[in-house]
């Protein structure tokens, strides 16, 4: 094992230790009808070392604490990673499946196969849930029978050290980019109506297609809800698989409006229009970067072509007049007269 993977995997079990003392969710439980015996929660793993321990004893300590956590291995050849998952196996309250590798949503399928509880709650195995996390995200879901999914806030840990907020919202709000985390609760009879996750999108980006398949299935007026309290514990790393999906992101998004094709012409303009904003922001955060960190000039090839080169017609060439402008002596440079 790596000494940067041992040390994620110490942190990991550190912050095992850190959520079991957490405060719980300020949100109301007192009136959800569902019970501890509702919820299963299912942990996947492929060669993550000990993290799916982390993670499935965070599971374990949730103030609803599950039926049961079903931990699927997908096919780990890791010898460390298959003797934890050996270790799991041997906690009560934990059942362990293992299958060839067939990607993540094959394995989160198959778990929720296994389950017979009407809420599934899907964690990745290199995250860790705060113990109020299955409570509030229960909570939501009893409060309103159009929410098909739930979810929190996420306390980033690894590389990055923040807080990322997640909005949730109606479908409109899905099709420009994925709203809902990974690792949240929905309801079992929904996932089967939505025919589960698609085991064919093995490169990224299937749990955002997921979502769109339960708001579909749900039918009109549904939504995913938020709680607005970081209660995951998310785990980012250079090599992780939502790191590398965004390198296809293009590619990704084409495939998931090609299946969601109807949904992305019922609210085209909505969708045209958030995808405007989105990157009209990114270009002002870049903008702002290089007007503070001027030697992203000289050192950044990309920076430097740009400023060469502007792009015309999407706002590109008047963020390079405010780059250039911005410099202490700003020039001026005559038209070519030739």
């Known amino acids: 094992m790596n000494a940067h993977r041992q040390s994620e995997e110490t942190f990991s079990e550190t912050a095992t230790a850190s959520v079991s003392s957490a405060s719980v969710s300020s949100v109301a439980v007192s009136s959800s009808a569902a019970s501890a015996s509702d919820v299963t929660v299912i942990i996947?793993?492929?060669?993550?070392?000990?993290m799916p321990v982390a993670a499935a004893r965070s599971a374990l300590r949730q103030t609803m604490c599950p039926a049961r956590v079903i931990v699927v291995d997908d096919g780990s050849t890791d010898p460390a990673s298959v003797a934890a998952l050996d270790e799991l196996s041997a906690l009560d309250g934990v059942t362990l499946i293992r299958q060839t590798n067939a990607g993540v949503s094959a394995a989160r399928n198959a778990g929720i196969a296994a389950a017979r509880t009407p809420y599934i709650c899907v964690l990745d195995g290199d995250d860790l849930l705060m113990p109020g996390f299955l409570a509030s995200a229960v909570a939501l879901l009893d409060a309103d029978p159009h929410m098909v999914?739930?979810?929190?806030?996420?306390?980033?840990?690894?590389?990055l050290d923040c807080v990322v907020r997640p909005g949730g919202g109606r479908i409109e709000d899905f099709l420009p980019r994925n709203a809902c985390p990974a690792d949240c609760v929905f309801r079992r009879e929904l996932w089967e109506r939505a025919g589960g996750y698609d085991e064919t999108m093995r490169e990224g980006f299937e749990d955002w297609e997921f979502m769109l398949r339960l708001l579909e299935a749900g039918g009109e007026d549904t939504a995913v809800g938020i709680v607005p309290e970081p209660l995951i514990n998310y785990r980012t790393a250079p090599g992780s698989s939502n790191v590398r999906s965004m390198r296809r992101r293009t590619r990704l998004l084409?495939?998931?409006?090609?299946?969601?094709?109807?949904?992305?012409?019922?609210?085209?303009?909505?969708?045209?229009?958030?995808?405007?904003?989105?990157?009209?922001?990114?270009?002002g955060m870049?903008?702002?970067?290089?007007?503070?960190?001027?030697?992203?000039?000289?050192h950044s090839m990309r920076t430097r072509g740009f400023l060469e080169h502007p792009s015309y017609g999407d706002g590109g060439m008047a963020s390079a007049v405010r780059i250039n402008r911005a410099r202490c002596s700003a020039p001026f440079y005559p038209a070519d007269a030739s």
């Open 149 to 159: 999914a739930a979810s929190s806030w996420l306390k980033c840990y690894g590389v």
């Open 254 to 283: 084409g495939r998931i409006i090609e299946r969601h094709r109807a949904s992305y012409a019922a609210h085209m303009e909505s969708a045209l229009l958030a995808l405007d904003a989105l990157a009209g922001e990114r270009l």
């Open 44 to 50: 996947t793993s492929f060669d993550q070392g000990r």
């Open 286 to 298: 870049w903008e702002d970067a290089v007007q503070v960190h001027p030697e992203l000039r000289q």
